[in-house]
């Protein structure tokens, strides 16, 4: 009787199985049991106190939470329109450039290659009250007399966060944009120029419809990555003055191991990954409608 053999490419894929159940879904299934539990780092055995849909329950009437929900889908939009619009004005400029090209796509992708905790820390002495460059430049020409709390102020210090993330990440919508301009047939624009059209007739009914899956793709990568936004506002603000910069995740790392309560920490990490998933379906249904638009495959 001959012993049944498993599938050869059973075997190959074993290994990657094995590392991803134990780096992501033994992690991901402890986490979501423990968001049923009372779970405190400081009291291990509270992690077989089963509570049911308690954490779930007090994160909706907890107002903490909501103004941090609220203060990351206010910290996501801005943050991806900016970054859309700068990435689209400096890849047109790009692609208009004809000598040292390459050298440019290196150049702009530098910021996007820095850690986010190395760019925090570097903002963090940009802004400073006292010896803060930005301080320092206005003062010395004149423009303000007084050094301007950057990271004290709470509007200044949402904004100042928020110019660290784009600096960091306009980059991405800059490169991909690019490969769309590269990628766009060059008949179409000849054909609107012989037919009288102006520069901005051309882009507004061939060049954008067609960078539109490019925006999109963008749109979604990055939607997923400022959703999460922790290292920046931790390392520039800890989320202060007074909780005022406090989106999801640092209201989470807080939560978990700040105050101990992993159990109510995980269950805001899966509340939070609700506004994920509606950010990158609304993104990925834009781009199927962009797609179609151009007579791609859906």
């Not at 102020?153 to 904004?159: G, H, Q, R, T, Y």
């Not at 936004?229 to 999801?248: H, K, N, S």
């Amino acid at each position: 009787m001959t012993k049944r053999r498993l599938p050869e490419w059973f075997i190959l894929v074993l290994p990657a199985i094995i590392v991803i159940a134990l780096v992501v879904l033994i992690p991901l299934i402890f986490s979501l049991y423990s968001s049923f539990t009372s779970y405190k780092l400081t009291k291990p055995a509270s992690l077989w106190n089963w509570i049911g849909t308690y954490n779930y329950e007090k994160i909706l009437s907890d107002s903490k939470f909501w103004w941090a929900f609220l203060r990351t889908v206010i910290f996501l939009t801005i943050v991806l329109n900016v970054e859309m619009l700068l990435g689209l004005a400096i890849a047109l400029m790009m692609n208009k450039v004809t000598w040292g090209q390459r050298t440019l796509r290196t150049i702009i992708m530098f910021p996007m290659m820095f850690s986010p905790i190395l760019v925090g820390f570097q903002f963090k002495f940009i802004f400073n009250d006292n010896i803060g460059l930005v301080n320092n430049i206005l003062q010395s020409t004149g423009i303000s007399n007084t050094a301007f709390p950057w990271l004290v102020d709470a509007n200044l210090a949402m904004f100042s966060i928020m110019f660290a993330e784009v600096w960091m990440s306009t980059s991405v919508f800059t490169i991909l944009i690019l490969a769309g301009l590269f990628a766009m047939p060059r008949d179409p624009l000849e054909a609107a120029k012989v037919d009288g059209c102006t520069p901005y007739q051309s882009f507004k009914h061939i060049t954008l419809p067609f960078l539109m899956p490019f925006i999109y793709i963008a749109m979604t990568i990055r939607s997923l990555d400022v959703a999460r936004a922790f290292d920046i506002v931790q390392i520039m603000t800890g989320g202060g003055p007074a909780r005022r910069t406090e989106l999801l995740w640092t209201l989470m790392g807080r939560t978990g191991y700040v105050d101990a309560r992993m159990g109510l920490a995980n269950a805001m990490g899966y509340v939070a990954i609700i506004l994920s998933i509606i950010f990158t379906v609304y993104f990925f249904k834009k781009l199927s409608a962009a797609r179609a638009g151009l007579g791609m495959e859906a």
